[in-house]
């Protein structure tokens, strides 16, 4: 398969990653990059004008990003799967927020706030936390409680309060600075919030529910659709960390006193650390592409196909991570100099590990 991403892009990226970091969000020149070629649109269908791309395309799209740059790999990955959303907008609505040419969702998958029933709409009280992409979003999703007129909680079919999802503009939400973590620093991943926000009837969606568009793709389980994409940037991230350790590693100024047989000791260190994410690289792109054929040929993926997928994701996070760890020690105090691109990438590929999602293998 070729590169998706070509040198240009590429050379582009990495002149451009360190003033992103400084300015603690996407650079501009990025940022154009990224809407020329419609990577926060990736999972937009071709009726709103998305690129029609598929899970199997983009997630290797993303691992390449995510290589190229952690922060822009994070910020695409996470404003891009939000987008993923437009199969269950509204159709007027989605054809209304996709006509920009720079649209990007952000969001937050927890339920921070509260939505009033009312004859006009909603009321929206909420706060939510780690929005990717915060300061160049467009959209913001919310997970809300419903509640009635009265301010009590409405209630689902098992007895538990009903949450909904919401469609925030820009201009309606307050961005609250709190992107204060060592890593990612370029995602911008600030917080908002909304205070007694009216919003229209259409403006809410439930996903896996009632797919609003005739394509492909949109019944893929949630959450294995979120573990993959994070997956696949720990992997970017980690081949990007391992090219670099060999290079940093070479370059040492006490590189003259190792002994031939402490330099082979650390080449076998790195090419196991190689060998092995390539490996889990491949059962997990095995793993993803039989689920993704299963769904297209059966219109369902079985729970044992779901957590096979799910298993290997966070088996190959934990091993990007624990590569990372193992390979920091041989190279030297740049690797420890905070303003270095070996150091920037360690601290995105240790802040990504704290995902919620990617705790636990089992």
């Not at 229209?200 to 949630?222: C, H, L, M, W």
């Not at 997990?284 to 290997?312: H, Q």
Request: hydrophobic share 40%; glycine share 6%; net charge negative.
């Amino acid at each position: 398969m070729q590169n998706i991403l070509t040198q240009t892009w590429q050379e582009k990226v990495s002149a451009f990653s360190a003033l992103s970091e400084k300015m603690g969000e996407l650079h501009p020149e990025i940022l154009e990059l990224a809407y020329d070629e419609n990577w926060f649109k990736l999972f937009v269908p071709e009726i709103y004008g998305g690129p029609g791309k598929k899970l199997p395309e983009i997630l290797r799209l993303e691992e390449e990003l995510a290589k190229a740059d952690g922060s822009l790999g994070w910020t695409v990955t996470l404003c891009a799967g939000a987008a993923w959303f437009a199969g269950f907008l509204n159709p007027e609505l989605a054809k209304e927020i996709f006509a920009e040419r720079t649209v990007c969702f952000a969001g937050s998958g927890a339920v921070g706030g509260t939505a009033r029933n009312t004859s006009d709409g909603y009321v929206i009280n909420g706060h939510w936390k780690y929005a990717s992409g915060a300061l160049h979003a467009t959209i913001f999703t919310a997970n809300c409680i419903l509640q009635n007129n009265d301010g009590t909680d409405v209630m689902d079919e098992l007895g538990n309060p009903k949450v909904l999802s919401f469609i925030l503009k820009k201009d309606e939400v307050k961005i609250l600075s709190g992107w204060s973590y060592f890593g990612l620093i370029a995602t911008g991943s600030h917080a908002f919030e909304v205070s007694n926000l009216v919003v229209a009837k259409n403006r809410t969606f439930e996903i896996n529910n009632t797919i609003q568009v005739a394509d492909s793709g949109f019944d893929y389980p949630f959450l294995q659709l979120a573990e993959t994409t994070l997956a696949v940037n720990s992997l970017g991230m980690a081949n990007h960390f391992l090219k670099l350790t060999e290079e940093s590693f070479y370059k040492r100024s006490g590189l003259k006193r190792y002994t031939n047989k402490q330099i082979e000791f650390f080449n076998y260190e790195l090419n196991e650390c190689k060998n092995n994410i390539q490996q889990l690289r491949n059962s997990f792109y095995k793993a993803f592409d039989e689920s993704w054929d299963e769904l297209i040929s059966k219109g369902k993926i079985d729970e044992e196909t779901c957590s096979a997928v799910s298993l290997i994701s966070r088996k190959l996070a934990h091993a990007c991570r624990q590569s990372a760890d193992t390979l920091f020690p041989y190279c030297g105090l740049e690797a420890a100099k905070k303003e270095s691109e070996i150091n920037r990438v360690w601290r995105d590929i240790h802040t990504a590990s704290q995902h919620a999602l990617l705790t636990f293998i089992e």
